[in-house]
């Protein structure tokens, strides 16, 4: 896919309407991600098959509420509306999921609704004391192949950081048919409330100090797979973020909390002092300084793999 521009709006709220998809491309994205629909929404569908011969009519208006309000047919027509309000720029699909059985038949129809590619943001949080780390890369391949045999379109793989080998599970997901990864996806974090004793959701958003794991596994990734286009994510929001993130060998940034929090100003800011940086340092496109900090081309690229605190530490300690 070839983008007007880096800057691409991150599946979330943001892009859950279509003419809202429509001001992101007048604001100057280069591209956006529509909200995920949730595999469960998908399912909703055959559960209202199952609901219609139950027992319990109640149920079965549940279930077709919620279908209504979160069914894939809503989904599609999103997808076409908000191909319909953006002239330029790729509408990217994006399903949230942890298997494939039994939704991927539904990627053929958002590749006919006009998606240009499909985000799969897969995940499941596997707490199993006996469950084996190969069986989760196994887990994630056989839904990346059971999507890339039903479409054309190209699929990007969005993934988290709680991977232990995430260049050979990159190299991996390549092999099986993806065309390019979201590097990372951040996920709904728990935090406790010590007044009340309990559980409470985390802030959503992102902090600016979140982007050095992103930087160090683009500049890794990328460095070993240079075919390999990844969207950085987590953590980009200012425009020094993202050519840090090309530098580092992002083919594109996703933006989200900087959005949710600042506003669709933040695109043409950030794409005049992105060019304005491009002048000074002369650079006429791009593709000139993507990658130049990458693994394979720093000249100091042993800091991306540097994990211990030894020196910074004891030069440093005050108590
Ligand atoms: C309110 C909110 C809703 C989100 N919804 C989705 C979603 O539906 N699908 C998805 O893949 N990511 C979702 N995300 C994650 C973002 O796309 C992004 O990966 C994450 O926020 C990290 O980027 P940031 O640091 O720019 O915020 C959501 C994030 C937020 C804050």
């Known amino acids: 896919m070839k983008l007007r521009n880096p800057l691409i709006v991150g599946s979330s709220g943001l892009t859950s309407k279509a003419d809202k998809n429509g001001k992101w491309e007048e604001a100057g994205a280069g591209a956006v991600v ?101 069986e989760v890369l196994r887990h994630y391949s056989s839904i990346l192949k059971d999507v890339r045999r039903r479409i054309s379109i190209p699929i990007i793989m969005k993934i988290g950081k709680g991977f232990s080998t995430i260049p050979a599970f990159v190299n991996r997901l390549q092999g099986f048919g993806a065309n390019a990864v979201v590097l990372f996806n951040r996920y709904y974090r728990p935090d406790i409330d010590i007044e009340r004793c309990r559980i409470v959701a985390a802030p959503p958003f992102s902090d600016p100090s979140e982007l050095g794991d992103t930087l160090r596994w683009t500049a890794i990734v990328s460095g070993a797979l240079p075919d390999m286009p990844i969207a950085a994510s987590t953590g980009v929001h200012t425009w020094q973020d993202a050519i840090k993130c090309i530098l ?70 005050t108590i």
């Open 248 to 317: 580092a060998g992002a083919s594109a940034v996703q933006l989200c909390s900087t959005l949710y929090k600042h506003g669709a100003k933040v695109i043409p800011e950030m794409i005049t002092q992105i060019a304005d940086w491009m002048e000074h340092t002369k650079y006429e496109s791009v593709e000139e300084f993507r990658g130049r900090l990458s693994l394979s081309n720093a000249a100091d690229a042993s800091m991306y793999e540097r994990t211990q605190f030894m020196k910074y530490i004891s030069s440093r300690e």
């Open 34 to 134: 529509l909200k995920s629909l949730f595999e469960e929404q998908i399912e909703a569908q055959g559960d209202l098959l199952m609901a219609g011969a139950s027992d319990y009519p109640e149920a079965e208006d549940y279930v077709r509420a919620y279908v209504r309000a979160n069914g894939r047919e809503e989904y599609l027509q999103l997808i076409r509306d908000s191909k319909a309000a953006c002239h330029v720029i790729p509408v990217i699909a994006s399903v949230n999921c942890y298997r494939a059985d039994t939704w991927a038949d539904f990627a053929a129809e958002i590749e006919r609704a006009g998606a240009d590619a499909l985000e799969l943001n897969v995940f499941y949080l596997d707490t199993d004391i006996h469950s084996d780390s190969r």
